[in-house]
């Protein structure tokens, strides 16, 4: 068993990555800015919780060093760009590389962390290449993008430099209980409202009801990240996703209507950026078979899930 250090280790991906390791019997310090305990249910009392910022190096290198730390998730940083670029290259690039820098220093021996699907360009760049593999070029178009195309690169760097083993995943569209409001936790707030009988619209993000997604559970990119930190180390530094089901933003109005008939639920009101969007959809086969992940979840089951645990909480509250 190892000594494994989550970073954001409370937040969306971070609560069942720690979950699901603490399952398997790893020892972990669960390390997050903004520390949200009652994210971990049980676990919360298994793991040693730590408040930590992942841009002070002197202090990841102490929490490393008193930890005896073997391994790291690092899932912590800006998560969308904010109105304030550098605080988002504050936490992805300078936090990112003093992970890889102190697991160096350290001789950690492997670094997962979290990229994005977001490095991509806009689907009409790729023309008619079908799913994108992870040789396909990269074509960042916001600051928050480009930060994980910057840390991709020094991840690769790290790599040749100095051998550090690491294994970065691009997650897509990740949805689960947690974050409600902002990008993924839309996907949540629309979830929770349906669950609860009010009226709910389908975020207008993922374009109109022809465009197509690619679902992802939160439990089950966790146990990609729990693969990726554990497995013998792959042939490969960067994954994909390791996305199979495909949805159109119209199956997905049906398949809430399947599980929920009575839903309030139409698509959100679109603005020409929305009416227009395209979001590549990438091939998630390396990761399949490099770390062994294939999701457990479809879109309809993960929503019958958080459906829910939705009213229970409902119930326990009244
Ligand atoms: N959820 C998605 O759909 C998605 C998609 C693509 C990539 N990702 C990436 O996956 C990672 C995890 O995302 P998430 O959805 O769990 O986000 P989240 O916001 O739910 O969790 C991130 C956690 O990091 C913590 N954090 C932020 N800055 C920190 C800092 N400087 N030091 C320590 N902790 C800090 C936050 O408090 C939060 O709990 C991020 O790197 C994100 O960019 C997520």
Redesign the pocket.
Known sequence: MARILV????????APVTRQLVELGHSIIA????L?PGRLGAAADEVELVR????DLVGLLSTLKRGKVERIVH?????ADTIVPMQVVM??CV?TTNVFEAARILDVERVCW?????VYGRSQEYGATGLLDEDQLVGPFTV?RAS?VTCEQVSLAYRDQYDLDVVGI??????GV??LGS??GLIADTVRRVALGEPAVFPAMFGPREAKWQPMY?AD?ARTFVAGVLVPRPEHVIFNAPVSEILTVGETLETFRQVVPDAHLDLATMGAAESSADIPLLDGSRAQRELGVVPEYTFRTAIEEMISIYRQEQAATV
Request: cysteine-free; hydrophobic content about 35%.
């Open positions: 970073t954001g280790a409370t937040g969306l991906i971070g390390q997050d800015l903004f949200n930590g910022d992942v841009t899932l912590a940083g800006a998560v936490a992805n936090g979290a990229s994005s699907s977001g928050y994980k691009r997650p897509v569209t990740s949805y947690g974050r990008g993924s939160a990119i």
